[in-house]
């Protein structure tokens, strides 16, 4: 069976995300790791293989209750 990661974050919580990815990946876990944020987040110019970023605009809605309305951000 093939997992995936999904989490939220903000520009304020980079560096946690880094380490949350060093984390998994170190563990063993080889699935897609998905990031949402509102905007497209500084480390997403290049993300490594495995990993996808979704910016979700603005919305009335809480982003843990949306799914990702754009296709990953990439140059």
């Known amino acids: 069976m093939k997992l995936s990661l999904y989490?939220?974050?903000d520009e304020g919580f980079?560096?946690?995300i880094a380490a949350l990815i060093n984390s998994v990946r170190r563990y063993g876990f080889s699935g897609?790791?998905?990031i949402g944020g509102?905007?497209?987040l500084s480390i997403s110019r290049r993300p490594p293989e495995?990993?996808?970023f979704?910016?979700?605009g603005p919305?009335?809605?809480w982003?843990?209750?949306r799914k990702a309305e754009s296709v990953p951000t990439r140059p």
């Open 50 to 52: 495995g990993i996808e």
């Open 7 to 9: 989490t939220f974050t």
């Open 63 to 65: 982003p843990g209750n």
């Open 14 to 16: 980079v560096p946690g």
């Open 54 to 56: 979704h910016a979700l």
């Open 59 to 61: 919305n009335g809605y």
């Open 38 to 40: 509102l905007d497209p």
């Open 32 to 34: 897609k790791i998905h």
